[in-house]
T-cell receptor, first 114, second 114 residues
Framework: DQQVKQNSPSLSVQEGRISILNCDYT??????FLWYKKYPAEGPTFLIS?????DKNEDGRFTVFLNKSAKHLSLHIVPSQPGDSAVYFC?????????????FGKGTKLTVNP | KAGVTQTPRYLIKTRGQQVTLSCSPI?????VSWYQQTPGQGLQFLFE???????NKGNFPGRFSGRQFSNSRSEMNVSTLELGDSALYLC?????????????FGEGSRLTVL
């Protein structure tokens, strides 16, 4: 049962344009959402996060939007750069019984073409 | 400061063997989590340790086990290896217990089971 879904395994955009990576979740109890970026042969690195009480968080070229009613979040990268080419993982945290669990999506491979 | 260090980076085993992977967290981090990454399943949570205690466990069989030492270093062990255990095993450390803290990942240990 995939609670965090990234339905697009890959995305290709032109340099300078906007990249929009999407993520859907099924559990309304998720309270915190994160995006991680992973280059080949490296571990994932934290990119940006958003609390469930917010609907937008911005950090430079990266903005995450959360639509709780639709159980949907998206990561916008503007403008996209070739160095942004990586696999992006959406993740969500769930607090149950006093402990927290982090659930990842399967990832979306972004390719930014020069 | 030094990042998360995982050893070995690459290893090849045969079915039925066992393997031990090691993770040294960032200095001062007491939480260590382990994830399995496979192409079809993305990042799947194995377990989390904090102050030598297992706080959380994912849905993996008992062949997967781990431990954490007093210096926060962690090991995970997989016994009776199966072909499907071939994957990238990622270790992540964080300052805080649980998923609320930002995770810092190592580069991973790539296990191939023949």
């Amino acid at each position: 049962d995939q609670q965090v879904k990234q339905n697009s395994p890959s995305l290709s955009v032109q340099e300078g344009r906007i990249s929009i990576l999407n993520c859907d979740y099924t559990n309304s109890m998720f309270d915190y959402f994160l995006w991680y970026k992973k280059y080949p042969a490296e571990g994932p690195t934290f990119l940006i996060s958003i609390s469930s009480i917010k609907d937008k968080n911005e950090d430079g070229r990266f903005t995450v939007f959360l639509n709780k009613s639709a159980k949907h979040l998206s990561l916008h990268i503007v403008p996209s750069q070739p160095g942004d080419s990586a696999v992006y993982f959406c993740a969500a945290t769930l607090t149950q019984g006093g402990s927290e669990k982090l659930v990842f999506g399967k990832g979306t491979k972004l390719t930014v073409n020069p | 400061k030094a990042g998360v260090t995982q050893t070995p980076r690459y290893l090849i085993k045969t079915r039925g063997q066992q393997v031990t992977l090691s993770c040294s967290p960032i200095s001062g981090h007491r939480s260590v989590s382990w994830y399995q990454q496979t192409p079809g399943q993305g990042l799947q949570f194995l377990f989390e340790y904090f102050s030598e205690t297992q706080r959380n466990k994912g849905n993996f069989p008992g062949r997967f086990s781990g431990r954490q030492f007093s210096n926060s270093r962690s090991e995970m062990n997989v016994s009776t290896l199966e072909l499907g255990d071939s994957a990238l095993y990622l270790c992540a450390s964080s300052l805080l217990a649980g998923a609320a803290g930002e995770l810092f990942f190592g580069e991973g240990s790539r296990l191939t089971v023949l």
